[in-house]
Structure formats: structure tokens, C-alpha cells
């Protein structure tokens, strides 16, 4: 339920069928990537031992990350549904033992501090209606040396002459957040702001938006054949909304105002 990684070149040359049956490896590739990028080390001695998944839908990603490390993993959410789903898929995967789920609330997580020596939040920040509460609570959750990475949808970063986004990019943002039930967005550099502010360290970020934007057309493409069109009829007004907002999400990306971005930093020992 996340973003698939891929080569931006490749994809251009791609067929739809081929980019959708490859969105599971692509999946698989963007939590590797994320790993890579902030420097997660797989020494069996350093490797974290303990991880929350903060927003972690049906566990994908905790799943993957616990047998990965042989580690703990914790995943919260707010949805039943998600954990009890997130609940059957780790017993079918013999990770009963590894991982955890629970309903609970990312900006008040019921977790002691300090407990967690990897914090990953895979686009679950762009749900979060209050961005910095949202960052303390990774922090405090996140023991020392601990790593902590957000991948999250953004909106452009603004330049030093500007207070705000432009009316139009603003109306924008708003049709695809009423779509997809979203709060407000903040900019990478706010997400950068919000960890110097707790003196945490190593802090990165990097713009992901071409490695993840092929995979809009894609959707959209299979959604106009005569079977994706069915699936729609069939799946309720809700979702076939969220489909009409696609083309916006596109265009989003194409005018540089929707950044997917990976954010990452360390909690000093």
C-alpha cells in the first residue's frame, strides 16, 4: 500500500502491464532504497533490533523490515481493519513472533521513550494534520543513535522571496487532499526545519518524485481498459473519486509542485 521505486528511464519505455506487475519488486526497491539513503547498517551487530512502523496500513513494511534485521517490529495505525488484515498476513507468514500490530494515534503513540532503534514512517506524514507533533513523536519514540525515515508526500519547497504556494497551486493541492481526505501539506525544508529544531543529526533529504511518478499513468492507463473501468463500478463512489483526481496528482508531479520526498536523521546518543 506505498509507492513502487523505479528507473524513470526505463519506465518511459515500459508498457503498462509490464511497470503494474513490476510495482511489487518496485515496492520491495523503495524500502531498500530508503534504507540506503540513510545509511541503516546491515552489520548483524549494528543492525537495528527493535522498529515502529508509524502508519504502517496492512504491515508491509514491518513485515519486510523484521525479517530483513530478525527484528521486533511494532506497527500502529488507525484503521481496525488495517491491523486486523496486518494481524492475518504476519500468521500466514510465520512472523507471529517478529511483529505486532495495534490501532493506535501516530501524534500520541503509546510507546515509552526511547525505544526504538529504527523509526519509519512510509507515506503516512501527509495524513498527519499536526506535522510537528507528528515529528516529536518519532523522535521521542526513537532511542539513541536511533535512525528515523520519512517518506511522505510534499508540496515544492518555497523560494526565500515567497510566503506561500501560488492560489493556483493552492486550489490544486485542495481538490486532491478533499479526494484523498488529506490535511494541509508542508514542504521538505519544513520537515528539515522541524528536526534541526530538535537538534537531531544527520539530517538528509533527497526529492524522490521521479522515481515514483511513473506509476500514476500507469494506474490510469489500466483503470480506461474495459476491465480496470468494471473494477471501478464494482470497488464504490469513494474510490472511483479518488481515481478522478489521479490526472491531478500527474499534473502535480509534471509542475513541480508535488514532491515525494525521503527525509532521514539520527537521534544524537
Known amino acids: ?92 507468514q510465520g512472523l507471529v513472533n517478529k511483529v505486532s500490530f495495534q490501532v493506535a494515534d501516530a501524534l500520541n503513540q503509546p510507546f515509552p521513550d526511547a525505544q526504538f532503534d529504527l523509526v519509519w514512517s512510509m507515506e503516512s506524514g501527509e495524513h498527519m494534520p499536526d506535522k510537528a507533533k507528528f515529528v516529536n513523536e ?66 538528509k533529504a533527497e526529492d524522490w518524485s521521479e522515481h515514483v511518478a511513473p506509476f500514476w499513468p500507469a494506474v490510469i492507463r489500466s483503470a480506461l481498459t474495459w476491465n480496470g473501468f468494471i473494477s471501478l463500478l464494482r470497488s464504490g463512489w469513494k474510490t472511483i473519486k479518488r481515481a478522478l483526481v489521479m490526472p491531478l496528482m500527474i499534473q502535480g508531479y509534471r509542475k513541480g509542485l508535488i514532491k515525494f520526498a525521503i527525509i532521514t536523521c539520527r537521534k544524537p546518543e
Open 1 to 92: 500500500m506505498h509507492h513502487g521505486f523505479y528507473d524513470p528511464n526505463a519506465a518511459s519505455t515500459t508498457t503498462t502491464d509490464s511497470l503494474l506487475s513490476d510495482h511489487r519488486s518496485a515496492q520491495i526497491r523503495i524500502i531498500e532504497e530508503a534504507l540506503r539513503f540513510a545509511g541503516v547498517p546491515e552489520n548483524p551487530m549494528k543492525r537495528p533490533k527493535s522498529i515502529v512502523d508509524v502508519g504502517c496500513g496492512i504491515g508491509g513494511s514491518s513485515r519486510y523490515l523484521a525479517r530483513k534485521y530478525e527484528a521486533q517490529c511494532q506497527g500502529i495505525t488507525l484503521s481496525p481493519v488495517q491491523a486486523q488484515m496486518a494481524e492475518g498476513l504476519a500468521a500466514s
Open 138 to 203: 518519532l523522535a521521542r519514540v526513537a532511542a539513541p543513535g536511533g535512525t528515523i525515515i520519512i517518506v511522505t508526500w510534499c508540496h515544492r519547497d518555497l523560494s526565500p522571496s515567497e510566503e506561500s504556494l501560488r492560489p493556483d497551486e493552492t486550489a490544486l493541492l485542495k481538490k486532491i487532499c478533499d479526494a484523498y481526505y488529506l490535511p494541509a501539506w508542508c514542504s521538505t525544508s519544513d520537515y528539515v526545519k522541524l528536526l534541526q529544531s530538535l537538534s537531531l543529526e544527520d539530517i
